[in-house]
């Protein structure tokens, strides 16, 4: 059974940092891009960040561009999320996917399996 783990979550002020990990199980996904998206109450999910089979090539949100830092270990099967100076409007349910693709990118649609997600909560 293949699953997608996110944690790393919580409750954090203004301008803390935190670190998410998204661990993989029941196949290898070395050889896809693995990415990071968002849901905030009433919204709709939105695409945070991918990072490619290689984690050469990293693509970002305009909204998280500049804070947060995507990254993998295909030794570990895990993919990461830094994610620094955080705001209150970060706050939103985080997933992790795995891609279809070697390549990243930001359509939901690109991405066949999907974590349970891990909640963020922002204070201002």
């Known amino acids: 059974q293949v699953q997608l783990v996110e944690s790393g979550g919580g409750v954090v002020q203004a301008g803390d940092s935190l670190r998410l990990s998204c661990a993989a199980s029941?196949?290898?996904?070395?050889?896809?891009?693995l990415g990071w998206f968002r849901q905030a109450p009433g919204k709709e999910r939105e695409f945070v960040a991918t990072i490619s089979w290689s984690g050469v090539s990293k693509y970002y949100a305009d909204s998280v561009n500049g804070r947060f830092t995507i990254s993998r270990d295909n030794t570990k099967s895990t993919v990461f999320l830094q994610m620094n100076n955080l705001k209150p409007e970060d706050t939103a349910v985080y997933y992790c996917?795995?891609?279809?693709?070697?390549?990243?990118?930001?359509?939901?649609?690109?991405?066949?399996?999907w974590g349970q997600g891990t909640q963020v909560t922002v204070s201002s």
């Open positions: 996917a795995a891609s279809i693709a070697m390549l990243g990118s930001g359509r939901s649609n690109d991405y066949n399996y």
């Open positions: 029941g196949r290898t996904f070395s050889n896809n891009a």
